[in-house]
């Protein structure tokens, strides 16, 4: 399988050369015969080149000789990212307001491509787009988007998640057993999309809430993160819990924060400058604030702390992170374990 360009973050290939590992393969050789350096996989922010691992799944997969390979492939990167996913049900309170990230929540992936909800009559439909269409009936990394995402959205949310139907562009496999256990029994070959049907009454699911302690080795937990040093003033309070909430869909502007206040613009204006502050004021104070947090949390890689803050990568992040502290978030990072 070729690609066009692009590239991928460690998080993906790392997962092909676990769930080939379990099968059997050697992942010393497999990375070798691919041209890969293991050292690349220890660093999440490591990119490869989207062809290279493309070309580890096809090895991958001619190795264990196991079609289902993508499913399990998903369900480690599901996995992995289980943090990031943890953090999210700090803010998000609804499936309907997570789903508002998911697309944002690929590009931690790389250059995978985008997905795209729509409501459609009584069912909402999970769309994957891949960047490159010479991939987009390429089984294995249909099954690992599809398998990921329903993962995801039945771990975080307090009620099951059922899917309705599942829609692959490849062709009708020879054996549909362990697809029909991670999607049901409801499937469809050979079509134009690859996507997931749930019922429409999902998006108003609560998440589940986190505002316990994980557990003793969980660091302070997740919902210590969001504790509001404005508990006395109701207004700044509300104002910053819905910029957390906003940040990691992106594209935060005074609008859309005026709309998830309920209040104009001119409203949240005049009352932000009664209290001192404007909307870019406390937009940094926030991420300000949020990020000496998330780098406290080792568990969080810089990229996911990156999206987590509303930046579009890494080098955005950093750039700003210097601005405030005058060092990189690594060092920071460094100087708060010595």
Not at 95 to 122: H, Q
């Amino acid at each position: 399988m070729k690609s066009s360009g692009g590239s991928v973050f460690a998080l993906g290939p790392r997962a092909v050369v676990q769930a080939a590992a379990a099968l059997g393969v050697n992942g010393d050789a497999l990375l070798r015969d691919v041209g890969i350096s293991p050292k690349l996989l220890q660093d999440a922010t490591e990119r490869i080149p989207l062809g290279t691992y493309l070309n580890l799944y096809r090895v991958a997969q001619e190795r264990c000789g196991d079609p289902d390979l993508g499913l399990y492939v998903g369900h480690i990167v599901y996995f992995s990212g289980i943090n990031l996913h943890l953090y999210m049900t700090t803010f998000c309170r609804t499936l309907k307001e997570y789903f508002n990230v998911i697309p944002s929540t690929l590009r931690l992936r790389g250059d995978m491509g985008r997905i795209l909800i729509r409501a459609e009559g009584d069912y909402i439909r999970m769309e994957w787009h891949p960047l490159d269409e010479r991939t987009a009936s390429w089984r294995p990394l249909v099954d690992e988007m599809l398998k990921s995402a329903t993962d995801i959205v039945n771990a975080i949310c307090a009620l099951p998640v059922p899917v309705r139907a599942a829609e692959f562009t490849y062709a009708l496999p020879d054996d549909t057993r362990a697809l029909k256990r991670a999607f049901g029994p409801n499937l469809r070959f050979g079509c134009e999309l690859s996507c997931l049907y749930f019922p429409r009454e999902v998006v108003r699911y609560p998440l589940i809430d986190l505002s316990f302690e994980l557990s003793s080795d969980f660091c302070r937990g997740p919902a210590g993160m969001f504790t509001a040093s404005d508990a006395g003033d109701p207004f700044l309070r509300d104002t910053r819990a819905a910029i957390r909430r906003a940040l990691p869909g992106g594209a935060l502007t005074i609008d859309s924060l005026a709309q998830e206040l309920s209040i104009s613009r001119r409203t949240l204006q005049r009352r932000l400058n009664a209290h001192g502050s404007s909307f870019k004021r406390i937009l940094q104070e926030v991420r300000e604030e949020q990020s000496c947090r998330y780098l406290d949390d080792p568990r969080l890689a810089i990229t996911e702390i990156a999206l987590l803050l509303g930046y579009s990568d890494q080098a955005s992040f950093s750039n700003a992170f210097k601005l405030w502290f005058g060092c990189a978030p690594s060092e920071y990072r460094l100087r708060a374990e010595q």
